[in-house]
Structure formats: structure tokens, C-alpha cells
């Protein structure tokens, strides 16, 4: 079995029922609608269109694209034929493309016009590695109705994704995500959130992370649902298509709540989500508060689990059980858990540790990094493979319930992107005057956290120039809100920076 063996199951089911709609609320008007049979029909076309480009079995093709329907077709006929799809953050600059770009060597980079103004800043040295650059918006010059895909065995335990992560160490790493991967990931959520082929999820999470394109668009295509696109969210939109009965699923990271509840709390009348049955929170701590104020206004329970780009899904609460606030529910369908002390021993319930994992959904290891690899995974004493997924957590004695504490490395979550300090910090360092410097997340009550910056600096520095110069090097999303300037920072006996003593 692979992916698209998979989704094939919906075509022949119910080859005319609604798989895809996109609408972009700033366009008025202009709806794209795809049956299952149409849209495989178009996957059918781009496969072929693929294999005349030279994309063979194994190899890269990036996707620096906007959600639209392209993202979707092009994607099924990429693992259709065996490619590998690399998705990029459509935030990131010139410098972090470059990174991904070499580093999976992508023999193809699909992107679109909208993106033209990044593609402009990419020089030939960004693009050295990649063989063609497709703009979907041209498809019709490379597509060929005529041509038949040739069929390619594709096995379970072969790549479908190359998803890069912010990395500790300054740079991204490509977690290598196998259709079986992804198979353990969709079917465990089909079954534990009941999934049905009359669900209409409406989906306005970015296509190019784990939990717009795992959660969302695969579990909808899997169980022969529909999927109302978007390019991206929009509170009025949202609040319409909800409240008018226009979908039956919604999953959004913890920013998005938050201005949800902002808004319906000023509503009257309230919006109708009697059609709703199941609103979904991931990528990031939903706050308590949120979440009982998010069932007053609406009377629904939301649904928080836990996920990892490397991992797919983890925990859970139940669909059908107690939804506890503050905590990510139980291990799902065929995921193990497992939290343990710095020795790698299984600690008591109630006590704080490390949450390792294991199961097919876990990921084969990082793109060319067999050592961040064997770092990232740990052999207990009878010989099981856990990975280290860096969450703290602690399991509730009595519910078996576990709540996330904290991570063991400092990475931020900022409206669910994640974003790790070393990279900002080395980049800081690199403008002139500046000697050192800390990134830390300081709490926001809209984004969760939001990067901060302590410089010591020699002289004075030009903070205009500063912003101005991380803006050209970094996602907006990463930029420091706040510049605060310190004589020194605070180190143990060790020399290490105590980021904890930095006041937040
Ligand atoms: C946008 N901005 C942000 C963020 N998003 N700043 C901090 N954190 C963010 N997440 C900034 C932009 O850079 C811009 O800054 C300004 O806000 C307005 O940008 P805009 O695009 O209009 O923002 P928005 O549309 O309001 O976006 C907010 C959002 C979006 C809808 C919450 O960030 C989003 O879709 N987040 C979801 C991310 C996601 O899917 N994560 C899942 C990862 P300026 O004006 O200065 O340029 S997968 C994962 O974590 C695991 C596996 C899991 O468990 O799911
Ligand atoms: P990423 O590598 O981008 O997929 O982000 C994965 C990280 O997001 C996890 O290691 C957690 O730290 C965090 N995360 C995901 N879901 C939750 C959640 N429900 N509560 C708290 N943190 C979460």
C-alpha cells in the first residue's frame, strides 16, 4: 500500500462527489470545484507532465506555492510517480530557500507568479542544484491532455515528503517522511476523530506544514470528504462558512481561537455551529482559557491533540470522551508513548520527564544527517527504538491523560510556526556591533510567544538598520518584536547563556 493507493479508494467510491473546493474571500466570486474523478483526472495529466520533466522516482521537487488547487494536484502526482515532495514556507526569504533548495538538491522548484518578487531575490548560485523552474500559473504550456502517466511501483517504505524543521543548530533539518509515515498518521485520525465521507472540512492552514497538509488534506482525501480550500485564513470567511452550516470540520492552531472567541464574544447573535462537529487545536499550547471561554461562546468542546513534523500525530483527546483543557489526551491508534528521566528509565505517572514516542508514524531519520539522526533516537533495554520528541510532559495518574510542560531546547511557537533562537542569534551577531546576543519568546496573548533579542553591543548600534537587515535575511515571523540592550548577558560557571534569568 502507498499514498495514492490510498486515495484511490475514494475515486472509486464516489468518483462524483465534491473533493476539492477553493475560493479566495478577496475574489468574489471565483469558485474552482473538482469531483474526485476530476481532480484525479488532473493528477493524471501532471504525473505525465512530471515524468516528461525528468522527475523520476526518488527525486526532490520543492514547492515554494500558495494554497490552490494546483498545491493539491501537483502534490498527488508527485507521489503518484514516486517523486518526493519538499514544501517551503511560504514566509521564508532568499536565504532559507537557498538552504533547502542544496540541501535535498531539488531537481524542481514549482512555485507561482504571486511568489515572483522572492524569486527575483533568488540568484543562479540559490537555484544551482534545481533543473527547472515551473510556475503553475503556465501549467497549460507543459501539460498534455494526450499523455498517460507511465506507472511506477511505489512501496510504503519509500519517501513521500522531505518537511524541514527549524533546527537547533542554526539551520533547518529535512525530516524524510515515508508513505507508510503517513499511512499510520491518517488512518490512526480516520478512526479516533471518526472521520466520514460526508465531512466538509473547511481548511485554511498553510499546505506546506504538517498540519494543514497531514491532518487536514490527507485524512479529507482518505476518507472521500470534501475539502473547502483556502489561501489562507480569514475570520469573517470563517465565521460565515461555519455559521451558515458550511463545513463540519475545522482544525486551526491556537492564534486562530483566540481571535475567534475575540470576535464571537461581541457577536449577537451568536453564530449557529450546530453543523460543526468537531473543531480541532495542534501545533501549539491551546490556553485553558481559550478553551472554556471558545465552549461558553458556542457550547462545543474543543478538541486538542499533539503532532510533530517528524512524527504525524501523537496524542489525542477522545472524540467521543472527556475533552480535558491543557492537556493533548492519550497516545492515538498505534503510537506509543513513553516519558522518562534523563537516564532514558520510564518515570511514575505524575512525574515530569521527556515524551518519547515510537510507531509507524514515526519518521526515518533527517536528509543526509545520520548523526542528528542517531542523536534524535535512543534503543531501550529491549532493543525498541524511541524517538526523542524534546516535549516535556507529565501523565495525569488517574486520567492517563498527559499534559506537555515545556520543551527541553528553546525553541518559540509563534501562531504555530516554529522558530528556533540559535538562528536569529546568529544572524544578529553578523551586523556590525553587535557582540552577542539571546533570542527568547516572551508570552503573547495572540501569537502564544513571540521572539525577543538581548544584544551586547560594542558602541551603538542602528536599530532601523537592524530591522531592515533581519527583514532581508528572515521570515517575517521570526523577526525579534523587541531589542533590548544589556551590558552582559548571564552565564553559569560554564560560560553558558542562562536564558531563564532573562526577564520575559
Ligand atoms: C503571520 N505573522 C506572524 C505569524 N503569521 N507573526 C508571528 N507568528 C505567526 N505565526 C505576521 C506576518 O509575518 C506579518 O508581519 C503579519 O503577521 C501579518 O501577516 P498575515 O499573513 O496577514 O498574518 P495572518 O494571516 O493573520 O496569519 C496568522 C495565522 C498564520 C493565520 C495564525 O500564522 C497561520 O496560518 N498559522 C498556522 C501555522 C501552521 O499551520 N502551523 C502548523 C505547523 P509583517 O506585517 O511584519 O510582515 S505543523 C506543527 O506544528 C505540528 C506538526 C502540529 O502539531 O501541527
Ligand atoms: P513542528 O516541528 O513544527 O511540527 O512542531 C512540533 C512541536 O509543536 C512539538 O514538538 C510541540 O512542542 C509543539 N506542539 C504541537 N502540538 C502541541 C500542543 N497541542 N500543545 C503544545 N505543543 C504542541
Excluded at 4 to 33: H, N, W
Excluded at 35 to 64: C, H, M, N, P, S
Excluded at 235 to 262: K, M, N
Excluded at 354 to 372: C, H, M
Aim: charged share 20%.
Amino acid at each position: 500500500m502507498n499514498l495514492s493507493t490510498l486515495f484511490a479508494i475514494a475515486l472509486e467510491r464516489t468518483p462524483d462527489k465534491l473533493a476539492l473546493e477553493f475560493a479566495d474571500p478577496d475574489q468574489p466570486g471565483a469558485v474552482e470545484r473538482y469531483t474526485y474523478r476530476e481532480l484525479y483526472a488532473a493528477v493524471d495529466r501532471w504525473a505525465g507532465a512530471f515524468q516528461r520533466l525528468g522527475l523520476q522516482k526518488g527525486d526532490r521537487i520543492a514547492f515554494f506555492l500558495g494554497n490552490r488547487p494546483e498545491f493539491v494536484i501537483a502534490y498527488l502526482a508527485v507521489i503518484r510517480i514516486g517523486g518526493v515532495m519538499v514544501p517551503v514556507n511560504l514566509r521564508y526569504r532568499k536565504r532559507e530557500i537557498n538552504h533547502i533548495l542544496h540541501d535535498c538538491t531539488a531537481k524542481i522548484l514549482l512555485t507561482e507568479a504571486a511568489q515572483q518578487p522572492v524569486l527575483d531575490e533568488l540568484e543562479q548560485e540559490d537555484l544551482a542544484a534545481v533543473e527547472r523552474v515551473l510556475l503553475v500559473d503556465e501549467a497549460q504550456s507543459w501539460l498534455d491532455d494526450a499523455a498517460e502517466p507511465s506507472p511506477v511501483l511505489v512501496q510504503g517504505e519509500e519517501l513521500a515528503l522531505i518537511m524541514y524543521t527549524s533546527g537547533t543548530t542554526g539551520r533547518s533539518k529535512g525530516a524524510m517522511i515515508t508513505h507508510n509515515n503517513v499511512l499510520a498518521t491518517v488512518t490512526g485520525l480516520l478512526s479516533a476523530w471518526a472521520w466520514d465521507r460526508e465531512d466538509v472540512i473547511l481548511l485554511p492552514l498553510p499546505l506546506f506544514h504538517t498540519h494543514g497538509l497531514m491532518v487536514g488534506l490527507h485524512c479529507a482525501l482518505a476518507a472521500g470528504a470534501t475539502t473547502r480550500l483556502r489561501p489562507k485564513f480569514d475570520l469573517g470567511e470563517t465565521l460565515d462558512v461555519l455559521g451558515s452550516g458550511g463545513a463540519t470540520l475545522f482544525f486551526a492552531v491556537p492564534t486562530i481561537y483566540f481571535r475567534l472567541v475575540e470576535t464571537i464574544r461581541g457577536m449577537d447573535p451568536r453564530p449557529d455551529f450546530s453543523r460543526m462537529r468537531l473543531f480541532c487545536s495542534g501545533s501549539a499550547p491551546l490556553p485553558a482559557e481559550t478553551h472554556t471561554e471558545f465552549e461558553q461562546l458556542t457550547g462545543l468542546r474543543i478538541l486538542e491533540r499533539y503532532g510533530m513534523t517528524e512524527t504525524g500525530m501523537n496524542f489525542s483527546n477522545p472524540y467521543a470522551g472527556p475533552r480535558i483543557a491543557g492537556t493533548v489526551g492519550t497516545a492515538l491508534p498505534g503510537v506509543f508513548g513513553r516519558i522518562v528521566d534523563g537516564q532514558n528509565n520510564p518515570v511514575q505517572p505524575g512525574t515530569e520527564g521527556e515524551l518519547l514516542v515510537r510507531g509507524s508514524n514515526v519518521f526515518d531519520g533527517y536528509w543526509r544527517d545520520p548523526e542528528k539522526t542517531a542523536a534524535s533516537f535512543s534503543t531501550d533495554a529491549e532493543g525498541i527504538r524511541w524517538f526523542h520528541t524534546g516535549d516535556l510532559a507529565r501523565q495525569d495518574p488517574e486520567t492517563g491523560y498527559v499534559t506537555l510542560l515545556g520543551r527541553r531546547h528553546e525553541l518559540i511557537i509563534s501562531g504555530g510556526f516554529n522558530i528556533y533562537p540559535r538562528e536569529i542569534e546568529e544572524m544578529l551577531c553578523a551586523f556590525a556591533g553587535v557582540v552577542e546576543a539571546a533570542v527568547v519568546g516572551m508570552p503573547h496573548p495572540e501569537w502564544g510567544e513571540v521572539p525577543a533579542a538581548y544584544l551586547v553591543c560594542n558602541g551603538s548600534v542602528d536599530e532601523e538598520a537592524l530591522v531592515v537587515y533581519c527583514r532581508a535575511q528572515l521570515a517575517s515571523f521570526k523577526l525579534p518584536r523587541q531589542f533590548r540592550y544589556v551590558q552582559e548577558l548571564p552565564r553559569n560557571a560554564m560560560g553558558k547563556v542562562q536564558k531563564h534569568l532573562l526577564p520575559r
